[in-house]
């Protein structure tokens, strides 16, 4: 085979008009500045929000392939609402210094916390999500979560000051709705009980209600699955059901001693 054949081969089997992998790498570009924008001290806000309408313009080109849902006006809603995610992120940042020991500052906390990053690009990319602009909050949860290990997605409804502890291998699922005060440790998965197609427009992901708090490697699955306020649920724990509030769910290690042989 010449090479002639192996490029008609390629263009052949290359079937997707609307991937272009600029997108992606466009959509961190854009991260990245909302990031610094938000937070860095020393970046013009002005001067950015400038940067960012152009940055948005080009992932308009590349995302809104539907010419009957234009995407271009949608920025004007989202720029509006940038002092109002900032605000819940500064709680989620106060949240994290109140309930870590370990935190040092708060400026540590923005700097150094794979848990907060991953908050803050999900807020940024929950709003535009809201807003139905195509593929682009996925993409900016999915460099979060490249970063962090945390995979949050832009679907689900989280309340106020929402702390993340550690993060490496947090999973929470589209339709998952957290309410306010709730920390999760390392390994949590908020997820489906069911995996099918069908289920696309269904919740299919669990409830925590407020102040509850979720200790590593705990696993609550289902859209029916409600945790209720105040309640503490132990690491390892597997929950397919309902949790009444004011409750304490923890798993039980089972231990057996090996028996000694007898040594003459």
């Not at 992606?24 to 500045?33: A, D, G, P, Q, Y």
């Not at 409804?157 to 339709?175: A, C, K, L, P």
């Not at 489906?192 to 102040?211: C, D, M, S, W, Y």
């Not at 004011?246 to 090996?258: L, Q």
Request: net charge negative; with cysteine.
């Amino acid at each position: 085979m010449d090479k002639k054949n192996v490029v008609e081969q390629i263009i052949q089997h290359k079937k997707q008009p609307n991937l272009r992998y600029q997108l992606k790498e466009r959509t961190e570009v854009f991260t990245n500045l909302l990031f610094y924008t938000l937070f860095d001290i020393e970046t013009e806000v002005e001067d950015n929000l400038n940067k960012l309408e152009t940055e948005f313009d080009t992932l308009v080109d590349l995302a809104c392939w539907d010419t009957e849902k234009p995407c271009k006006k949608l920025w004007e809603n989202y720029v509006l609402k940038l002092p109002g995610i900032l605000k819940k992120l500064n709680r989620d940042a106060e949240a994290t210094v109140n309930c870590d020991p370990a935190s040092l500052s708060i400026e540590e906390v923005y700097m150094a916390y794979p848990g907060f990053y991953a908050i803050a690009i999900y807020r940024l990319a929950h709003e535009l999500y809201v807003e139905g602009f195509p593929l682009v909050p996925r993409l900016m949860t999915e460099y979060a979560h490249r970063q962090t290990g945390v995979d949050i997605n832009p679907g689900a409804q989280i309340r106020d000051s929402f702390h993340i502890d550690h993060g490496t291998g947090v999973v929470i699922g589209e339709t998952a709705v957290i309410k306010n005060h709730v920390k999760i440790y390392q390994g949590v998965t908020l997820g489906g009980l069911f995996v099918a197609k069908n289920l696309q427009k269904t919740k299919r992901h669990p409830t925590i209600e407020n102040n509850v708090t979720i200790y590593a490697n705990a696993t609550i699955l289902g859209g029916d699955t409600v945790i209720g306020e105040n309640t503490i649920i132990g690491g390892n724990a597997w929950l397919t059901k309902s949790v009444p509030p004011n409750s304490t769910v923890f798993h039980t290690p089972e231990i057996k001693i090996k028996p000694i042989s007898h040594v003459s």
